[in-house]
């Protein structure tokens, strides 16, 4: 039996980390197990399920790159299957009309809960005769025995069914409830695996017994933990960041936040670090903890600059250019991004501070750094920097040895340490105190804007001295 797993959103809005992670474990197991992953669109919920949400969705799965092999199959588009199923379970005498009227149901809820019982539609309508006017249809629960999951990370699980009722399937209105019509799709969509957060336990024995009641096979299930902040609370805005899209306009690369996923609650002896492909080869479900996870942001900074630093800059390049049109930085008349990756990739956590600094290398710099001015750009500084612009003019081939001995020389002349070239030079070509190395920065600026920029940095210090 080839393995099916699938990922069901509700599209009430971003694509949450939780529920990235969610997607990601199932995509994963069935990458291992060589199977089919799904994506199916549960948007029955007409008030709160926008066309935006959808696309947020997948967007955010396309970004992770959790391709889906069938769908995104819509609920909405699934009405007549659900009718057709629910009519066949009443047929069957496995589901009955209910006629009793809202008021009756809250009344029992009331007297229930005043009793200290747990509030339980009463079974009235079961033996009811055909009425007139309106009625929900709800499912016939079994009335003893347990259901038993063998949940595939929490183990067995066994539920009495006196603890569940008649769930409603059908609403007033003809319309399906959510419960139904994720056991119909979960059957016609030949699930084999369901992969979904903790929050849904609750649902699973009354999903297996209607599976059971239309004689459809019932999945194995397995229930991830929920994401915690760092105060023990569940994961939400308050801590930071949780779409999964706010990631990468943070600057974040997608594989670094699926590892870091993978890990928030997986666990493959003490590694770390695990190449897309190590995932999927070692993923499994029995790996993954029973406890909840609490999210490092510490940790996923930790990542993200491991993958900026060892992966090809090539690649981290195209995630670097979203950044630089994102801060409306044109890079058409510049260096090769992955230049820039090569020689900024430590320096940074993320992308998006990788764009910030290193606008320099794609137009002027406004105004200097006030503190790097003040204490580079002096009178002393004059001459060194008239002397290495001399030399640079001078330059026929612009490369970065080139440039260092221009650099060396000009300190060797002067008789001066390398830093009172060095530091004037770097401010007034970056406009701050902070770059990578001088002679590999440089390489990458056209010589002509270098020399502008030493220009402009020598009319300052004529300025100062004016003002003085
Ligand atoms: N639509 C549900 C949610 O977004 C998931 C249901 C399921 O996985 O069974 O929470």
Known sequence: MSVVTRFAPSPTGYLHVGG?????????????????????IEDTDLERSTPEAIDAIMQGME??????????????????RYKELVQQLVEEDKAYKCYCSHERVEKLREQ?????????YDGKCRDAEEQEGPFVIRFKNPDDGVVVID?????????????????????????????????????????????????????????????????????????????????GK??????????????????????????YLVRLGWSHGDQEIFTLEEMKSLFSLEGVSKSASAFNTEKLNWINQHYIKESDPEHVAEHLAWHFADQSINTENGPALSKVVSIQADRVKTLKEMAEISRYFY????????????????????QPLETVKAKFAALADWNAEAIHTAINTTAEELEVGMGKVGMPLRVAVTGAGNSPSLDVTIELIKKEDVLTRIDKALAFIAEREQQA
């Open 234 to 259: 569940k994961l939400s805005k308050r801590h930071g960041a949780v779409s999964v899209m706010q990631y990468r306009d943070d600057g974040y690369l997608p594989e670094a936040l699926l590892n």
């Open 363 to 382: 137009e002027d710099y406004s105004e200097f750094d006030e503190k790097a001015a003040k204490k580079h750009l002096r009178p002393v500084a004059k």
């Open 20 to 40: 990235a992670r969610t997607a990601l474990y199932s995509w994963l197991y069935a990458q291992r197990m060589g199977g089919e992953f799904v994506l199916r």
């Open 112 to 120: 229930q809960m005043e009793k200290g019982e747990k509030p339980r």
């Open 63 to 80: 970004w992770l790159g959790l391709k889906w092999d069938h769908g995104p199959y819509y609920q909405t588009k699934r009405f007549d």
């Open 151 to 231: 949940d595939l990370i929490r183990g067995k699980i066994e539920i009495a069914n006196t603890e569940l009722d008649d769930l409603i399937i059908q609403r007033t209105d003809g319309s399906p409830t959510y419960n139904f019509c994720v056991v119909v799709d979960d059957w016609d969509m030949k699930m084999t695996h369901v992969i979904r957060g903790e929050d849904h336990i609750n649902n699973t024995p009354r999903q297996i017994n209607i599976l059971k009641a239309l004689n459809a096979p019932i999945p194995v299930y397995a229930h991830v933990s929920m994401i915690l902040g760092d105060d």
